[in-house]
């Protein structure tokens, strides 16, 4: 949940929180929320309750028995998942949920982090309540790579035998990868844009000459709590 805590000079105050009815275990849990941060104007975001999320993760890494030694490491319990111990790395969670984005009409360039380049916005629908805005990106075959290596590094620690990021990267530059990232935005009347959907299509042509087909679809939409 998204809460503006106060308007300021040069930007708005937020809290970020786990929504509402969330048991006591799930809480205890996820020990970056709540979260307040500044989001200024530039679009730049600073944390404000640092010293809070840092008490969090200490208790949180006791009532787990684990230390500092295993922050960034990668565990398996009921889920693959990434011991994070770092504060800040709440501010790319929340990110995600962005969608305040200042250049959306027709014919403004945009780029998504794994694209290989820029695209055009284009107006696809239309109508009184509102528009969509799509565009379609060439896929960053680097960027896959990279994203790849990570998970062979995660998965190396997980079964408990280590691969380096940098023989993970080699490997996995020898594949050929190509495909694309279509986007599209929903607004409402007032030109604000309410739902984000994201959809990736991988084509990867392995050694062996064997070729996989990937296609993921993520949706991220705001809707206002009442």
């Known amino acids: 949940m998204e809460r503006v805590v106060s308007m300021q000079d040069g930007g708005v105050e937020l ?12 809480r205890a849990r996820s020990w970056q929320f709540p979260v307040r941060v500044l989001r200024s104007t530039d679009g730049t975001i600073k944390l ?3 010293s809070e999320l840092e008490a969090r993760v200490e208790t949180w890494l006791k009532t ?8 960034g490491t990668w565990i398996f319990t009921w889920n ?5 111990c770092d504060p800040e790395s709440v501010i790319e969670t929340i990110e995600a949920f962005n969608l305040s ?3 959306l009409r027709d014919g403004a360039s ?45 998965t190396g620690q997980i079964l408990r035998q280590p691969v380096t990021l940098e023989s993970a990267l080699l490997e996995r530059a020898k594949e050929s990868v190509s495909g694309t990232i279509s986007i599209a935005f ?5 030109g604000t844009a309410f739902r984000k959907t994201k959809v990736t299509r991988v084509e990867t042509r392995r050694l062996d000459g064997k070729t996989e087909v990937s ?11 009442r």
């Open 110 to 154: 945009y780029r998504e982090p794994e694209s290989g380049g820029t695209g055009t916005l284009r107006i696809s629908e239309a109508g009184p309540n509102g528009a969509k805005f799509s565009v379609t990106l060439e896929i960053d075959p680097n960027a896959v790579h990279r994203a790849r290596a990570n998970e062979d590094v995660a």
């Open 101 to 103: 984005y200042s250049n």
């Open 48 to 50: 404000l309750n640092r």
């Open 15 to 26: 809290e970020y929180d786990l929504p509402r009815g969330t048991d006591a275990e799930a």
């Open 80 to 84: 693959a998942f990434r011991i994070e």
């Open 64 to 71: 787990a028995r684990l230390n500092r030694d295993a922050c």
């Open 215 to 225: 296609t993921v679809t993520e949706t991220v939409e705001r809707r206002p709590i």
């Open 186 to 190: 929903d607004t409402n009347i007032a």
